[in-house]
């Protein structure tokens, strides 16, 4: 349920970037840049039984009094772009549940555009995705503005070697996402319900994602045109404490 901050509110219109929980927290990462980078604010937040609860203190430097919760929306003050953060993953066996549940939040936002966020795990890569582009891209009934957009920026469709956008009747290429959580559900309900949706997919292994997360950023800038090229991203302070577990500070627990 989304719990808007305000009753003036609007996500009509706005194009949603959505992270799925997968490996190496790549899409986090990436939301993550996108929030500082854009300084956007929080608008709400979706209530969900089926997610991990949790709590801590503010991600982004721009809202330091912030206490954060494993969903939130965050929104520019145009309204062009809203952004959901995932701080938690689904509890075990619930993934179609919480599908359903971003499902009914997608359909009742009223977004001209949806863009899913999701990483697989590289290690069970085909050989065809060993070289080119580690970044590809699944599409159901994509705007042919997008679509050429992709084939532009060698964001070859996962499982090939080409950029291509599936139809309502046909099959996505779902075998080739491996550790990619909620994704694989929400794409087939987004095919069902005839939605347009881009999926961009980071191979990466679990590790240090830090560039992989600053990769799929960009991928995502280069396709949308969120900011300026030359304009450099703002990791929020919480980076600091990535791969540096013994040196964080006690109360991030």
């Known amino acids: 349920m989304f719990v808007k901050s305000a009753d003036t509110v609007s996500t009509s219109g706005s194009t949603l970037i959505l992270p799925s929980v997968s490996i190496g927290n790549v899409p986090q990462l990436s939301v993550d840049l996108l929030i ?3 300084e956007a604010t929080r ?6 039984p089926y997610l991990v609860p949790i709590s801590g203190t503010s991600g982004f430097d721009h809202l330091p009094d912030q206490r954060l919760v494993p ?12 952004i959901v953060q995932q701080r938690s993953p689904p509890l075990a066996k619930h993934h179609k549940d919480f599908a359903r549940e971003l499902m009914d939040f997608i359909e009742l936002g009223s977004f001209s555009r949806v863009i899913v966020l999701t990483s697989s ?14 970044i590809r891209s699944l599409t159901v009934n994509c705007e042919d503005v997008l679509a050429n957009k992709l084939r532009e920026l060698s964001l070859s469709s996962l499982g090939s070697g080409y950029a291509q956008t599936t139809k309502d009747s046909e099959a996505l290429p779902l075998k080739h996402l491996h550790a990619a959580g909620v994704a694989k559900p929400l794409l087939k309900l987004c095919q069902a319900a005839k939605l347009p ?7 990466v292994f ?8 600053i990769n799929l950023a960009n991928a995502t800038n280069s396709l949308l045109d969120i900011v300026p090229t030359t304009q450099k991203w703002c990791p929020p ?9 013994n040196n964080a500070p006690s109360e991030m627990f």
Do not use: C, F
């Open 71 to 82: 969903l939130e929306v965050y929104q520019t003050p145009d309204t062009k772009w809203t």
């Open 121 to 134: 795990d590289a290690a069970l890569r085909g050989d065809a995705m060993i070289d080119g582009p580690q």
């Open 237 to 245: 302070q919480s980076w600091q404490w990535l791969m540096a577990a």
């Open 36 to 38: 500082n980078t854009l």
């Open 43 to 48: 608008v709400g937040i979706i209530h969900s």
């Open 197 to 203: 949706v881009i999926a961009l997919v980071a191979l």
């Open 206 to 213: 679990e590790g240090d994602n830090v560039h992989d997360a």
